[in-house]
């Protein structure tokens, strides 16, 4: 009996094994492909590893002129891999891999160890191919760090109740506030499922509940804001302005930029003076009309734009729910109210965040959406064992045809979703068309066996299962075979180029699996440009001066030299008056100003060209303008070896006279 045991362990072990690495190869194979990720915080990254400095106050460039507009725990992580491996792709990209391996493993224990190694299993299963989970990790934001934080939450919530200690909570109150300083507010988002199932399961009396969430509350506002307290106390003369905020203050940046701004479209959060907006629906292979990222309301999560990131097995885990809560019912009190506190959590879990960005009114990037897959995971996860249990023995008839309804409704909502590609649905069709017609044939089968013969029916059950799991593993597949915009990651068939109209032959996936391990290169033109400034840099503090941080952080990951962004992220940022920039200048600390030819036309007013968005009411107007009114355009021949500067793309203006001795162009 002990040996069976044993090999049944070695079994559940190998298995939880296999997808934990099936999940690490998705988000780190190809790592090369995605370059440095999202280059604003890999230059913050960059920056941060060259001093202590720099490193506690997340600073964006290599002199401490501005922050970036995150908490410091995702980078700081990022930045240890730095300096333990150096600056490559490789350092920047394999904590997100790792951050989505223990991720999908704690999921797997956690279901597992309430609901069985099935449910457990199924769960890890959705959450590694859930395809917004596997894009959000191969770039270097902060979300894959922060869905680890919050489920080593869920576990310590999980304990607690278990066990009624208040080490284990005051253990998820430290660990919150660690998501806190991960992404600010947006960590708080699970706290009515902690409280909720808190409440609800733990077997201590009312009064040393409440004792425990008040100690809770306090342990929690303590480490949330530790960091933010110590920038806003530092002097501001003696760290970099907090980017993104208004007043230069981080508590400003927590309930403005990063929220309350987020829930009001009248407060563009990125793409001021310069852009970094997603594709468009067109752009990414949907052949719908265009989708509009910034409209909420309840059916958001089954508009293809968003569903095609996340929502692939949302009718199974509505439905799985509703056949676990079943199932759980005619349970003996002591398991039923275990199973019910953990069902309760992850539908809160669930409900919570469906509810947040259905309604969210400035989703700018999807991968936002990452915070959902791990509850739909698990309720799809617990209500697919336990709806196959009612299926093969026990339930009513009603009960029995839960199962088929989950999986045919899935089915059926994914091949509404490959509509929108034809050649993709030519080819991934059959394989849903297969779990429809297996989860038809489910109860036939079940009628018709009896005895042992009923393990056919689950069998089948698991069939349908692979069956419907195959098109949304193949979009996350796609983040693999192309590259991920760090800026805005997502995962589909529009990363492939032309393939969203054709399905990859195999001779295209061979050639694009071929595992490039080496670090990209800067463009050309960053390149030439980038000597050049070095070059006639002199005793400048900075290289160069940008409105915004569109092409500070490609020379500062080229060059590891400062850049100053004068107006943070999105250009609007009040960081230098006119006077303090002047007198930069006339001190030597800044000789150029690198600018969008685009804000030059908008500052002049050329005819025939459109100005650039955010102009209007910037605070940087003023600055801008003078530069430009008192400074020279260096002729692009003279860095970039043609008159040419790439369709005007970008200007360069020399704020200050040549030092004697220096080359005249």
Same mark, same amino acid.
């Given at each position: ?11 559940? +072990? ?126 270097? =934001? ?69 004792? !425990? ?33 208004? =007043? ?39 052949? +719908? ?28 885990? %509505?439905? $799985? ?52 897959? &791990? ?9 697919? %064992? ?6 093969? !023995? ?48 489910? &109860? ?69 699996? $071929? ?57 609007? =940022? ?55 009114? =008192? ?6 021949? %003279? ?6 500067? $790439? ?19």
């Amino acid at each position: 009996m002990e040996r069976i045991c044993s090999n049944r362990q070695k079994w559940h +072990t190998g298995v939880a094994t296999l997808i934990v690495l099936m999940a690490f190869f998705l988000s780190f194979y190809n790592f090369a492909y995605d370059g440095f990720g999202n280059p604003y915080y890999s230059a913050a990254v960059k920056s941060m590893a060259m001093s202590w400095h720099n490193f506690f106050y997340v600073s964006f460039d290599p002199a401490g002129f501005i922050s970036v507009d995150k908490p410091p725990v995702a980078l700081w992580i990022e930045t240890a891999f730095v300096k333990l491996f150096g600056f490559h792709s490789f350092s920047l990209m394999l904590p997100q891999a790792l951050a989505v391996s223990g991720s999908v493993s704690i999921l797997y224990h956690l279901v597992k160890k309430r609901f069985g190694f099935a449910a457990g299993c199924v769960a890890a299963l959705l959450l590694a191919v859930t395809p917004i989970f596997i894009a959000a990790a191969r770039s270097n =934001n902060p979300d894959a760090v922060l869905v680890l934080v919050l489920l080593l939450a869920v576990w310590s919530t999980s304990t607690a109740i278990e066990t009624g200690y208040l080490r284990y909570v005051v253990l998820t109150a430290v660990l919150l506030g660690i998501g806190f300083n991960t992404k600010m507010l947006v960590a708080y988002l699970i706290l009515p499922a902690i409280v909720t199932s808190y409440l609800f399961g733990v077997r201590i009396h009312w009064k040393k509940k409440a004792l !425990h969430l008040g100690i809770a509350v306090c342990v929690l506002l303590v480490v949330s804001f530790c960091w933010v307290a110590a920038v806003d106390l530092t002097p501001p003369a003696d760290r970099p302005y907090v980017g993104s905020s208004s =007043n230069n203050t981080e508590m400003n940046l927590v309930f403005g930029y990063n929220g309350l701004n987020r829930l009001d479209t009248s407060k563009p959060i990125a793409g001021n003076l310069h852009t970094r907006s997603a594709p468009s629906s067109a752009a990414s292979g949907v052949q +719908t009309k265009k989708a509009n990222r910034d409209t909420p309301g309840p059916l958001r999560m089954l508009e293809i734009y968003i569903a095609e990131q996340v929502s692939w097995f949302l009718p199974l885990a %509505a439905i $799985g729910a509703v056949g676990a809560y079943i199932c759980i019912r005619g349970m003996k009190k002591e398991q039923r109210r275990s199973q019910l506190s953990a069902l309760l959590f992850w539908g809160c879990w669930t409900a919570t965040m469906l509810l947040f960005f259905s309604f969210y009114r400035n989703l700018t990037h999807r991968y936002y959406l990452n915070l959902i897959a &791990p509850g739909i995971a698990a309720l799809g996860g617990i209500g697919f %064992a336990a709806m196959v249990k009612q299926l093969v !023995h026990r339930g009513k008839r009603w009960q029995k045809m839960l199962l088929p309804a989950g999986l045919i409704l899935s089915a059926v909502f994914h091949l509404i979703m490959l509509w929108h590609y034809p050649a993709w649905f030519a080819a991934l069709w059959p394989l849903d068309a297969l779990c429809i017609g297996l989860a038809i044939v489910m &109860p036939v089968i079940r009628m018709k066996v009896h005895g042992e013969r009923a393990s056919v029916t689950t069998r089948v059950a698991y069939a349908a299962l692979a069956c419907l799991l195959v098109t949304p593993a193949v979009w996350s597949f796609t983040t693999v075979m192309a590259r991920v915009n760090g800026s805005d990651a997502y995962a589909g068939p529009g990363l492939l180029g032309t393939c969203p109209v054709v399905f990859p032959s195999p001779a295209q996936l061979s050639s694009r699996l $071929g595992g490039d391990v080496e670090d990209p290169s800067p463009s050309g033109e960053i390149q030439s440009l980038s000597k050049y400034l070095i070059l006639h840099r002199q005793n400048a503090t900075y290289l160069t001066a940008t409105p915004g941080t569109a092409f500070a952080d490609k020379i500062i990951l080229y060059t590891g030299q400062p850049v100053m962004a004068i107006g943070g992220y999105n250009g609007s =940022n009040p960081v230098l008056s006119l006077d303090t920039f002047r007198r930069f200048v006339r001190q030597g600390k800044v000789r150029y100003l690198l600018i969008p030819a685009s804000s030059i036309s908008s500052l002049h007013g050329d005819v025939g060209i459109p100005p650039a968005n955010g102009w209007k009411n910037n605070p940087n107007l003023a600055l801008l303008d003078w530069a430009m009114q =008192n400074g020279s355009i260096v002729n692009s021949s %003279a860095y970039l070896g043609t008159s040419d500067t $790439g369709a005007n793309d970008l200007v360069l203006v020399r704020l200050a006279p040549l030092q004697t001795g220096q080359l005249q162009y």
